[in-house]
Each structure stands twice: as C-alpha cells, then as structure tokens.
C-alpha cells in the first residue's frame, strides 16, 4: 500500500491530497464525526434513511447562543486535530496541514460542486486538439499575500521543483509525463522542456500523452519563485522546511500565528484576488477535547457529526445551530485478496457481495447515516450512473446458488469445501463502531452461506496496513478519501493497490476515459467502466457515507462543497448582528 496523505478534519482540501486507501474508522469523513453527541450500539436496529436529513435546517432561537458565542464579532473558530506545522502546498505531512494550506492558498483550477473544472487564479484555460498541451491564462494583477505579483514564472517554477529528484511529496504530478520532466528529474536537462512561459500571465504545459485529470493536477496552487526558489538549486530541497510555518501564500487568509497544540490563526488577506474575506479573523482550535462539547458551550462555530437521526434530533435542540447535510466524495469498499485461489473466482465475490447485509451495516446500524454503493464513484460525481448497474440486494439463496455453481460443496460440518479446503475467509480491520457492525452482521451472513469468518483486530492503522501489505488476509475493510475526478476513484485498480487484479479490458478503458477532456464523453466511458467493476467486484464495494455539519447561526454566506468542502464559501462567511 502506498503512502498517502490521508484527508481529514473539516475536508476543506480540493482533490490534491487522495489516499489509495484508509481504514473506515480513519477514513475520509471528517475527524470530528467520530465525536458524535450519541453512539448506536452495534445491531441496534434504529430508523431508516428516510428519516435522513435532507436539506439545510434553520436555527430555531439565537438567543440560546452561548454567550462566549455571541461576544465574537470579527471571528469564527473551527475546530481541527493539530496539524504539524507543514504549510506549505505539496509538502505536507498530514491532510491537517493541507486544510490549513487550503485557507491560504487558491488553485489556478478549481472544481464545482459536481467536480467539474472551473476558474481559480486562472481566469481560462485552452487544450490543445491533441489533448496534448494546456494552456493557462493567468486573472491580470494577482498577487502573494506579501504583495509582490503572481507570474507565469511562478507557474513554472512551482511545476519544476514537483519534478526535483528530492521531491518526495504526494503530488500526482510525475504519473501525468510532463515533456521533459523525466530528463530534468534524472539530471539530463536543466530545464523541463514541455514547460513554457509564454508571456507574464500565460503558461503551457505539454504531456507526452493524454491525462484529463492534468489540468486540475497541474491546475493546483501556485508557490512564489522569489520566496520559495530564492534558494532552490537542483537536488536540493530541504530549505523548504524553514518556510513551512511562515508562508506567502494566495488565498483568502494569511497565517497570523500557529501555536502547537492549541490553535491556528489566520488574518483576512488584504491581497486576496477576490477581494477581502467579510470576517476578519478565522481560527482553527486544535486543542484535544470533546467537539460536541466545545460546540454545545460555544468555543467552536462549527462541527461535523455522522447523519443519524439522533444525532440530528439533538443538534436541532440546541436550537442556535443551523443544520446542513452534506455527502462526501468517496466511497467505502471490501478488498478482497485476490492473490488467495478461493477469491479469484467471480462467482466466489459476487456470492459475497449478495450475502452480505450490507443495509444493515451501513445503513440501519448508522440510523439511516449512509446509503450503499454498487460501483467506484460517489453519487455527487459528474460520472455516476446506476444504469445497467447490479444493486446486489441481500439474497441469501441467491449467495448459495453462486458458491454451488463456483464449486463449494457444503461438508460435514456445514462449512463449504471444495478440493478437499474449506472455504474460510480471514478479515481485518480496525477498532472501532463500524468494524464492530461489520463483524456482527457478517458473522451472521456467513455462517448462512457456510464459510468459515475469522475477524483479526487492529488498534492503529498502521498495523492493519502493515498486515494487508504482507498478503496475510481475506478481506479488509477501507474507504477511499475525497474523490475530484472519475478517474481518481479507479486509480487503486490500475496502480497495484488491489494485486491480482490485471483486465486488460478495464485498463484500456481507464486510459481511454483520460485521452479526453470531453465530459461526455467521458461519462460514457466510465459508465462502461462501472458496469465492468460491477460485474467482476476486483473489491465488494460497500456505502457511502452521510454528514451533517451544524455551525452557529449567526453565520452567513456558509456553504460546503463536496470537493473543496470549505474553502469556497469560506472568504464570504460574516457574523449577523445579535437578534
């Protein structure tokens, strides 16, 4: 399993930090969702989704605010697990320090809310016919939070040092073949040959094949050559570090102050392209506590909680929050070893999949938080299509009649053989309430079918992880983080993450849906990709997940996105006047 900065906390990054894979108890979601108001003990049989919520819900009475709530004019404090310190773009070492490079950075490309490309700090953009080459045209007059202006240059610096032997970041830029970036990287060129300044406010870039992830990849934020490269020389990196914790930036804030353990300042950026944020201060607290807590009592404006109806319920007794549900971009699946014989066989996960009770653990049990997923894609992307797509509905018989068909006799002890094996499945995964749901309902489901469940549990993720990269096990449960493009949804199929899986067919599809920038065209690639995977399941593909987030009603202006979470709507929040 390759290392990945794993997205958490408040979700306001865009698509540049995704992890292959993250346990389900350490996904994507954010953080402060583990500290739900209530829990639901596992099997609990509790409302259905119907019950879920579905659009914003109004605070009832302001004048319950807490008072140390109703004292701030000018700041609005968010809660966030303490980041490292890391702060600048492609360097980070956690998703934490990227929420909060999100606030003082903005990307030359951004996306909508259905994950489609719109303008950053690039005002447009050109493609060339070939799908080739990608021009960007810089908004006239942008400049760093220090004042100095925001050029090409700046571009093409940032650009050359993601190709820097000493980089070691996460970025996806080297799978995207830049023209001459490979020469720069081993130090057969000085310079990147596909780069090209064109004139102060224009840049291209040239692939040397199609990629339509790379105009957002490429598109992300841009890194001042006269701050950060004032010192650059090939190979050399590590003066970087010493800027970390004081950066120029592009973004809407500016760090005022990073005091570990406690809390993040930041100062609205006067520089700001789109003009000055409304609240002028903005603060991240990161110390430990309990959310609900610090939500309840007014130290923080803003929380995010899983979407049970209890959940729900208490927060709207409050009465000074508003309510907002929200569905994030990623998807939870099983991945199943298919390296191990009894797994290899289609028929063997599709019996799987139609055996597990899926509803029930990802649905009931989170009192409707969650709705189940058949294929690779969130239901908010561009992309998503159930057309043609097999819901796998819980059916025992039908479970039986696979396993019957794939071979695996029922034996003497009930257990199912074939070849003399029984037919056993060793499963993974961490400590927590969703694991625990898991192992319950499946111990059930495959006693049912007659296959031998033997759960192993892991306190850290790092365990787990380090197991599953031995090959010792069945299954293991995981989520992706926040998905921008189709594509990046698929990339643990084609990048060796779920070994054993090789189908020549899929791989032609997947390079077919980026030679082109044409969304629809696109999407009828990716429908024929997802009717693929559903129909092989290389991983038995399980929920989706659903949020709410309740903030402070005096905000205005507060929207989340599914792929920026905050940070879009963040510079227009403002404090209405106490009632």
């Given at each position: 399993m390759k290392k990945r900065l794993i997205v958490l906390s408040t979700v306001l990054t865009v698509g540049s930090l995704l992890l292959a894979a993250c346990s389900d108890n350490q996904g994507a979601a954010p953080a402060q969702g583990s500290n739900t108001p209530t829990s639901t003990d596992a099997g609990k049989t509790a409302a259905p989704a119907a019950n879920a919520l579905t659009e914003q819900v109004k605070a009832a009475d302001l004048s319950k605010l807490p008072n140390i709530a109703k004292q701030r004019t000018d700041t609005i404090i968010v809660g966030l697990t303490d980041p490292s310190g890391a702060f600048t773009p492609y360097f980070q070492k956690s998703g934490y320090d990227g929420n909060v490079s999100s606030l003082l950075y903005t990307p030359l490309v951004t996306v909508d809310n259905k994950g489609v490309p719109t303008p950053g700090l690039a005002e447009k953009w050109d493609v060339s016919s070939d799908n080739l080459t990608i021009t960007y045209h810089l908004r006239p007059n942008l400049k760093f939070s220090d004042g100095s202006p925001i050029t090409a240059d700046d571009v093409a610096f940032t650009w050359t040092i993601l190709h820097d032997k000493a980089y070691d970041g996460d970025t996806q830029v080297d799978v995207l073949h830049v023209k001459g970036g490979k020469d720069y990287k081993e130090g057969r060129a000085k310079t990147i040959e596909g780069i090209k300044v064109i004139d102060p406010l224009t840049?291209?870039?040239?692939?040397?094949?199609?990629?339509?992830?790379?105009?957002?990849?490429?598109?992300?934020?841009?890194?001042?050559?006269?701050?950060?490269?004032?010192?650059?020389?090939?190979?050399?990196?590590?003066?970087?570090?010493?800027?970390?914790?004081?950066?120029?930036?592009?973004?809407?804030?500016?760090?005022?102050?990073?005091?570990?353990?406690?809390?993040?300042?930041?100062?609205?950026?006067?520089?700001?392209?789109?003009?000055?944020?409304?609240?002028?201060?903005?603060?991240?607290?990161?110390?430990?506590?309990?959310?609900?807590?610090?939500?309840?009592?007014?130290?923080?404006?803003?929380?995010?909680?899983?979407?049970?109806?209890?959940?729900?319920?208490?927060?709207?007794?409050?009465?000074?929050?508003?309510?907002?549900?929200?569905?994030?971009?990623?998807?939870?699946?099983?991945?199943?070893?298919?390296?191990?014989?009894?797994?290899?066989?289609?028929?063997?996960?599709?019996a799987f999949a139609y055996g597990l009770d899926r509803q029930s653990i990802y649905v009931d049990a989170n009192q409707g938080a969650g709705a189940i997923a058949n294929i690779p894609s969130s239901p908010i992307s561009w992309a998503y299509t159930e057309?043609?797509?097999?819901?796998?509905?819980?059916?025992?018989?039908?479970?039986?009649?696979?396993?019957?068909?794939?071979?695996?006799?029922?034996?003497?002890?009930?257990?199912?053989?074939?070849?003399?094996?029984?037919?056993?499945?060793?499963?993974?995964?961490?400590?927590?309430?969703?694991?625990?749901?898991?192992?319950?309902?499946?111990?059930?489901?495959?006693?049912?079918?007659?296959?031998?469940?033997?759960?192993?549990?892991?306190?850290?993720?790092?365990?787990?992880?380090?197991?599953?990269?031995?090959?010792?096990?069945?299954?293991?449960?995981?989520?992706?983080?926040?998905?921008?493009?189709?594509?990046?949804?698929?990339?643990?199929?084609?990048?060796?993450e779920i070994k054993g899986y090789n189908n020549p067919k899929?791989?032609?599809?997947?390079?077919?849906?980026?030679?082109?920038?044409?969304?629809?065209?696109?999407?009828?690639?990716?429908?024929?990709?997802?009717?693929?995977?559903?129909?092989?399941?290389?991983?038995?593909?399980?929920?989706?997940?659903?949020?709410?987030?309740?903030?402070?009603?005096?905000?205005?202006?507060?929207?989340?996105?599914?792929?920026?979470?905050?940070?879009?709507?963040?510079?227009?929040?403002?404090?209405?006047?106490?009632?």
């Open positions: 840049i291209s870039v040239t692939l040397d094949q199609p990629n339509a992830t790379a105009l957002v990849t490429l598109g992300s934020d841009v890194l001042s050559k006269a701050y950060y490269g004032k010192d650059y020389q090939f190979g050399q990196l590590d003066y970087l570090k010493k800027l970390h914790e004081k950066p120029v930036g592009t973004g809407p804030y500016k760090l005022d102050k990073f005091i570990p353990g406690q809390e993040v300042r930041f100062v609205a950026n006067e520089n700001y392209f789109n003009g000055k944020p409304k609240t002028e201060h903005f603060i991240y607290k990161t110390s430990q506590g309990d959310t609900w807590q610090f939500l309840e009592t007014g130290e923080v404006d803003y929380a995010s909680f899983s979407a049970t109806k209890e959940n729900i319920d208490k927060l709207k007794k409050l009465g000074f929050l508003n309510i907002l549900p929200y569905t994030p971009s990623v998807y939870g699946y099983v991945q199943v070893n298919l390296e191990h014989e009894q797994l290899k066989d289609k028929k063997v996960r599709q057309d043609g797509i097999n819901p796998y509905k819980y059916d025992v018989e039908k479970a039986k009649s696979l396993l019957e068909e794939a071979g695996w006799k029922p034996g003497a002890d009930g257990i199912r053989e074939k070849d003399g094996k029984p037919l056993s499945i060793h499963f993974l995964g961490s400590k927590g309430k969703q694991t625990d749901d898991f192992i319950a309902v499946a111990t059930e489901n495959f006693k049912a079918l007659g296959v031998k469940f033997q759960p192993e549990m892991f306190a850290d993720f790092n365990s787990l992880v380090s197991k599953v990269n031995s090959g010792d096990f069945d299954m293991v449960t995981f989520s992706t983080s926040m998905l921008t493009d189709p594509a990046d949804g698929l990339q643990q199929f084609v990048d060796g899929f791989k032609e599809l997947y390079d077919k849906g980026l030679a082109t920038v044409d969304i629809e065209a696109r999407k009828k690639i990716y429908k024929e990709i997802y009717q693929l995977m559903n129909d092989e399941l290389p991983v038995i593909f399980t929920n989706y997940k659903k949020t709410v987030y309740a903030y402070n009603g005096r905000i205005e202006n507060l929207s989340v996105s599914p792929f920026n979470g905050l940070s879009t709507s963040l510079p227009n929040w403002s404090l209405s006047k106490q009632p």
